[in-house]
């Protein structure tokens, strides 16, 4: 049966329109970009088969577009659609910042470390810098570590920090294991990061810990 077939409270396109993206299942999302299926296959059986084959959803969406388009169901067209999506919520992720906007959802400061740091192949610990309205003054990646780690020198911190003027600051690293418990020594150079930064009057928001699922907030943990 094709999906034109299908009752209409079924179809993607249509579950999307009455109850929004987030109701849809990652194959029903992804059947949304792929439009039709294999021979024999509704675009919906297409999609959960990339999925089966060469997911989870990440891990296929991590793939560059000259790979994306060599699976089976895709092709040129159709990997540069699904790059062109991810580089549009990337875009958006990034326009609160360059708006100025001031960040008062602490979720959406994790969601755009993630963004900036899920599926890199070393650590790496980056900083946001914010004005005294919790508006982004920049973002940088401060330091780049092996697949184990990365070294982290809060002078370095506290000096970017004057740099940009900022009045508070919150930091995020991956693990690239996809492991996003934070670690005994996150803990550890978290402390000694908000304890530098008080020296300078920069407050420490939070410390975010980059991995598989939804980033961890070391603040909301209690863990400095």
Request: proline share 7%; aromatic share 4%; charged share 25%.
């Amino acid at each position: 049966m094709r999906i034109h077939d299908w009752p209409s409270a079924e179809r993607p396109r249509e579950k999307l329109l009455a109850r929004g993206a987030g109701a849809l299942s990652d194959a029903e999302l992804l059947a949304i970009f792929i439009g039709s299926g294999l021979r024999g296959h509704d675009a919906v059986a297409t999609a959960r088969s990339l999925l089966s084959t060469h997911g989870p959803l990440r891990a296929l969406l991590e793939r560059p577009p000259a790979q994306l388009r060599d699976l089976p169901g895709l092709g040129p067209a159709r990997a540069c659609r699904l790059a062109a999506a991810l580089e549009l919520a990337s875009r958006h992720l990034s326009a609160q910042l360059e708006r100025g906007e001031a960040i008062a959802d602490p979720p959406a400061a994790g969601r755009y470390f993630a963004q900036r740091l899920r599926g890199q192949p070393h650590e790496i610990f980056a900083a946001l810098f914010l004005d005294a309205a919790h508006r982004a003054l920049a973002f940088e990646e401060l330091f780049r570590g092996t697949v184990d780690g990365a070294e982290v020198h809060p002078r370095e911190l506290v000096r970017r920090a004057l740099h940009h003027n900022a009045v508070a600051v919150i930091v995020g690293h991956n693990h690239p294991s996809g492991n996003p418990e934070p670690s005994t020594a996150d803990q550890s150079v978290t402390v000694r990061l908000r304890r530098a930064l008080d020296l300078v009057d920069v407050r420490l928001i939070d410390h975010f810990v980059i991995g598989d699922g939804p980033p961890v907030s070391m603040a909301a943990r209690g863990l400095f």
